[in-house]
């Protein structure tokens, strides 16, 4: 069964940077080449919302509320999505997910990122 893994939150102050990752461990490579992948988060009390996606020819697609501080990548050798986070805000604190656009794929335990004021 497919796994994602996700992993490099942690606690930063307001302005500072992240970079989490997420592999998409036992996929095969044909089916994550082509797939559309998304980052996600859930704040506390609130639904789970799309904050990026990039699709296997690498075009991106941002939430407007990240836009211009997030970044999406991915390395297909890899199997891995990445999202860099800069200028981080208070509001971007919660839990982050990957997974497919199709989000077919059982929701891995996601990473915690907390920006401290």
């Known amino acids: 069964q497919v796994h994602l893994m996700e992993s490099g939150g942690g606690l930063v102050q307001a302005g500072g940077s992240l970079r989490l990752s997420c592999r998409a461990q036992r996929m095969i490579t044909s089916t994550f080449n082509p797939s559309i992948m998304a980052w996600y988060r859930q704040a506390p009390g609130k639904q789970r919302e799309l904050v990026a996606t990039?699709?296997?020819?690498?075009?991106?697609n941002y939430a407007d509320s990240v836009k211009g501080r997030f970044t999406i990548s991915r390395d297909n050798a890899k199997k891995t999505v990445y999202l860099t986070m800069n200028s981080l805000k208070p509001e971007d604190t919660a839990v982050y997910y990957c997974?497919?656009?199709?989000?077919?794929?059982?929701w891995g335990q996601g990473t915690q990122v907390t920006v401290s004021s």
């Open positions: 997974n497919r656009d199709t989000q077919d794929v059982p």
């Open positions: 990039i699709t296997g020819a690498h075009n991106t």
